[in-house]
């Protein structure tokens, strides 16, 4: 019996120039890595319904796992019942929701990054020193509000370069800035140039505000970015990091660029005419959902994906003390 070893499967020439690349590192930061597993352990420790206010990270595919694990996401502590439990979200929360937790006796555990208790610190401190404080960031994110709500009268927002003729402050020798952990490095940088232009002995804060990891995602999708003809960003809409990753991608020179939550808002017509595509993700994307888009583009005949490594993570946080210390009293009581 002969055996047909078949012919070799000829690539077209817009098959033979494909590739994927991925970049790394991308998807789940140290903040929002602490704060899912927070949820995850309050559940196991307490029992559910555990009550979380906001959504804990801003990602629809993580906060309905939650839910479907027993959580419930509400958005003021008013939907929390007196005494229950409540997680606080990675964005954090101002002083005065932690008044509101205190009178409706609620046991809350605070999820909030370190990095971004960081800025809270600075506002603090630079509202002690009297400085006006301008706050780079976009009007109603939670974490912008969380932040400006440690010092609601030295604080005023400042959402872009554009923004700034309009400032007004008591002593232009007395003025400090701070950013949204999230924001574009190059965005930022440029808004804090046009504030120094108007306000030369403008104060800086003790180091950069924009977080490692919403850092290194940008460098990494300017990598992968440049000779791109499709970026796509995994990422949910909420997502300042996510969202910010399409545009660094854009300015980089990726031909086009889009967000989605999951594979199953790709559209097919993206691809037409596509060789070159590049995948990420945002800061509080699982990696099964970047998973899912890869399979997506194998599917449809475009080759494995090749990582391009810009930078190596190992940070990790300890999960918030008043979890740990309930950890530690349940396992000293065998349970
Ligand atoms: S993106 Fe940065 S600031 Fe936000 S949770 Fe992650 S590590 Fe923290």
């Known amino acids: 019996m002969s055996t ?12 033979a120039d494909r590739a994927v690349r991925l970049a790394a590192p991308r998807g789940y930061c140290a903040g929002v ?33 939650l839910e479907s694990r027993g959580a419930i996401f509400v958005e003021e502590l008013h939907e929390v019942p007196e005494g229950a439990t409540v997680v606080f979200s990675a964005h954090g929360v101002s002083p005065e929701v932690h008044r509101q937790a205190e009178v409706r006796s609620l046991k809350t555990i605070d ?27 976009h009007e109603g994110h939670e974490e912008v509000e969380g932040t400006a709500g440690e010092a609601p009268d030295h604080i005023q927002l400042v959402q872009g370069p554009d923004d700034v003729k309009n400032i007004e402050v008591r002593d232009p020798s007395r003025v400090s800035w701070l950013s949204q952990t999230t924001l574009s490095v190059d965005e930022t940088l440029e808004t804090v140039a ?3 232009e108007r306000f030369p002995e403008l104060l800086d804060p003790p180091s950069d505000d924009i977080c490692y990891a919403t850092q290194n995602r940008q460098l990494a999708v300017k990598e992968i970015a440049a000779d791109a003809d499709l970026v796509i960003v995994v990422g949910s809409g909420n997502s300042s990091n996510s969202v910010r990753l399409v545009e660094v ?3 980089a020179g990726a031909k086009a660029s889009y967000r989605v939550d999951d594979a199953s808002e790709i559209d097919e017509a993206w691809l037409d005419g596509v060789a070159k595509v590049s995948v990420t993700s945002g800061a509080s994307v699982p990696e099964d959902l970047v998973e899912g888009v890869l399979d997506f583009l194998t599917e449809r005949g475009y080759p494995d994906a090749q990582a391009v ?4 993570e190992s940070l990790i946080f ?18």
Do not use: W
Request: aromatic letters at 4%; charged letters at 25%; glycine letters at 4%.
């Open 249 to 251: 991608a854009l300015e």
């Open 33 to 65: 890595d602490r704060a899912v597993i927070t949820v995850e352990k309050a559940l196991d420790l307490y029992g559910a319904p555990v009550y979380v206010r906001k959504q804990i990270v801003h990602n629809k595919h993580v906060v309905s796992n």
């Open 309 to 312: 490594h810009t930078a190596e």
């Open 318 to 335: 300890a999960l918030p003390p008043e979890l740990r210390r309930d950890m530690r009293a349940a396992q000293s009581a065998g349970k």
């Open 194 to 196: 046009a504030i120094r």
């Open 111 to 137: 999820a909030t990054c370190p990095l971004v208790t960081k800025v809270h610190h600075e506002a603090k401190r630079f509202a002690a020193e009297d400085y006006d404080i301008l706050l780079i960031g």
């Open 4 to 15: 047909d070893l078949g012919t070799p499967a000829v690539l077209s020439p817009d098959e």
